[in-house]
């Protein structure tokens, strides 16, 4: 597929971004706790979404439905925040649910917050210098985590 390029305005500065056709070559498997193959096609469904909400998205899925969304924040942490509080708000439980985010996890403090939630399983790019900690986090609160390669910024 010939690749497009979006352009974006802003008073006198300009965005251009490259279209983003791909969803991911391979999900790499992170931590030591493996996802089980319902897992994946639910990471895969909020994956898909997650790619579709404006920058900093991160979303809350389970059973194929969205239940929150956390997007447009500078933080990856007020995005979980924001999108825990989202769903708690219009009454969904996150137990069980699953979280995708279209950019990495610069620090471990989203693993930390959506683990009081006993989410199932997490999917994003990787590919931060911090990717070690996050992976560490993600293996203490025993949740799985799929790296996918690919970053999904949406601005």
């Given at each position: 597929?010939?690749?497009?390029?979006?352009?974006?305005?802003?008073?006198?500065?300009?965005?251009?971004?490259?279209?983003?056709?791909?969803?991911?070559?391979?999900?790499?498997?992170?931590?030591?706790?493996?996802?089980?193959?319902k897992d994946i096609?639910?990471?895969?469904?909020?994956?898909?979404?997650?790619?579709?909400?404006?920058?900093?998205?991160?979303?809350?899925?389970?059973?194929?439905?969205?239940?929150?969304?956390?997007?447009?924040?500078?933080?990856?942490?007020?995005?979980?925040?924001?999108?825990?509080?989202?769903?708690?708000?219009?009454?969904?439980?996150?137990?069980?649910?699953?979280?995708?985010?279209?950019?990495?996890?610069?620090?471990?403090?989203?693993i930390v917050s959506?683990?009081?939630?006993?989410?199932?399983?997490?999917?994003?790019?990787?590919?931060?210098?911090?990717?070690?900690?996050?992976?560490?986090?993600?293996?203490?609160?025993?949740?799985?985590?799929?790296?996918?390669?690919?970053?999904?910024?949406?601005?």
């Amino acid at each position: 597929m010939k690749k497009r390029q979006i352009i974006n305005s802003a008073g006198d500065f300009v965005l251009i971004q490259d279209s983003d056709y791909k969803l991911f070559d391979k999900l790499n498997v992170v931590t030591k706790l493996k996802p089980n193959k319902k897992d994946i096609e639910e990471l895969k469904f909020g994956w898909v979404v997650c790619k579709y909400v404006k920058s900093n998205a991160i979303v809350f899925t389970k059973n194929y439905q969205l239940l929150g969304s956390g997007m447009g924040q500078t933080s990856r942490i007020d995005a979980v925040n924001f999108g825990a509080e989202k769903a708690k708000n219009m009454g969904f439980d996150l137990k069980g649910s699953y979280l995708a985010s279209d950019a990495f996890f610069p620090f471990k403090d989203s693993i930390v917050s959506v683990s009081k939630f006993k989410i199932k399983a997490i999917i994003q790019p990787g590919g931060s210098i911090r990717d070690n900690e996050v992976i560490e986090e993600a293996n203490k609160k025993n949740i799985p985590m799929v790296f996918t390669g690919i970053r999904h910024f949406n601005h």
